[in-house]
């Protein structure tokens, strides 16, 4: 596991279960070591397009985001910017800690303090519109549309603002078992419908009106004699298809279920703590023993297996084009053949890990290390 980590648990289990891998145990000498990096002819070049910073992340988790080409990001002592091809539209120092990335429908760029205060600012010229408290910790960026933001908070309610103002729109809360980790994955708004992850392997669909569940299905079952064994949490943002809808959980099973009707269209088991992507042909995941898998979007076999990151701490898969993209421990970013998974290229973005989700930026795609520097490439 991860960065995950999961909370009501005694204080030495939780320093052991919240190590950098599933394997590591911090408190022995004869842990294993993390996969040396292998030589391999390149077959693409990643070339960095521009390079930026906005603060270290501290605790928490900052992804950027990108609309209209623009690239928006945070860190964590309170500094927010836009740039355009690497130029600095504006940035805006909000005098707060942040504990959440940006979210944006590129009309507004919100972002949420460490005391749980939503600050949603102009995405134009980044003057604060408004500023909401929700009294909860989000480690997530929130969701925009052109009507809600919608915050998810650590205990995993989900609390809906009114894009005008902040004020409260509704708050979709569900019972959640004795242990859970610590997600850093946001919600999907989907047109009239908001989609999100759940402890106990659950995806709701909502209502985005009025926060009302239209169904949940069932991604994995909870399994074992123990709380801890029965952790089955479902991890990442979902991802959705032409008519399907993916998602993946920890110590549980990745499954795709058609939007129409909700039935599984595949399931099968899996473990991951980051996340998933899919395209029209693959499903890619990276598991809790860090090996990325590229699995068929249609049936769920396997297609391949790239196993050399072990113990790297790799971040959720991002497919670009022909490639898929990871990050890890070391801020190295890594990119795979979509086709075979051997690796195609390697850049080390800076010196703190990738531990945030790769974002698609163009024919290339951006990230933001814990160091807070965001390094845009383009895939050739």
């Known amino acids: 596991m991860k960065a995950a980590a999961f909370r009501l648990m005694p204080l030495l289990a939780a320093a052991v279960l919240a190590a950098g891998c599933s394997s590591l145990n911090p408190f022995s000498s004869s842990a294993a070591k993390p996969a040396s990096l292998q030589d391999f002819t390149p077959s693409a070049q990643l070339a960095v397009s521009w390079r930026a910073s906005v603060g270290a ?74 500023r909401a408290a929700v009294g909860a910790e989000v480690l997530a960026p929130p969701a925009v549309s052109l009507e809600f933001v919608i915050v998810r908070a650590s205990d995993n309610r989900l609390i809906a603002l009114d894009a005008r103002d902040g004020s409260q729109r509704w708050v979709y809360q569900r019972n959640n078992p004795p242990l859970a980790l610590r997600s850093f994955a946001s919600v999907l708004i989907e047109g009239p419908v908001v989609l999100a992850g759940f402890p106990g392997g659950k995806l709701a669909v909502l209502n985005i009106t009025n926060g009302g569940a239209i169904t949940e299905l069932n991604v994995a079952l909870p399994r074992g004699a123990t709380e801890l064994e029965r952790v089955a949490d479902v991890v990442g943002t979902p991802v959705i298809g032409r008519r399907e809808v993916c998602a993946v959980a920890y110590q549980g099973r990745a499954a795709c279920f058609d939007t129409s009707n909700g039935n599984a269209i595949w399931a099968r088991e899996f473990s991951s703590s980051v996340g998933m992507d899919r395209d029209a042909r693959f499903a890619m995941i990276t598991d809790d023993g860090d090996a990325v898998h590229a699995l068929d979007v249609y049936s769920g076999a396997s297609v391949w297996k790239q196993d050399a990151l072990a113990r790297r701490s790799v971040s959720r898969p991002l497919i670009v ?15 795979l053949n979509r086709e075979t998974g051997a690796f195609a290229a390697r850049d080390r973005a800076g010196s703190d890990a990738v531990a945030a989700d790769p974002v698609v930026l163009g024919r290339g795609f951006v990230v933001q290390d814990m160091d807070g520097d965001i390094t845009a490439y383009e895939v050739r």
Do not use: I, M
């Not at 805006?92 to 919100?110: P, Q």
């Not at 084009?321 to 990119?335: A, N, R």
């Open 321 to 335: 084009g022909e490639h898929v993209v990871v990050g890890d421990f070391d801020g190295y970013v890594h990119l």
């Open 57 to 130: 992340a501290g605790d928490y988790r900052f992804q950027p985001a990108v609309w209209d080409g623009n690239v928006y990001a945070a860190g964590h002592r309170g500094e927010v910017a836009r740039f355009d091809a690497g130029r600095q539209v504006w940035r805006a120092d909000l005098d707060t800690r942040l504990s959440a990335g940006v979210g944006t429908d590129g009309r507004l760029a919100v972002v949420v303090a460490t005391d749980g205060t939503v600050v949603a600012l102009d995405a134009q010229n980044g003057a604060e519109r408004w």
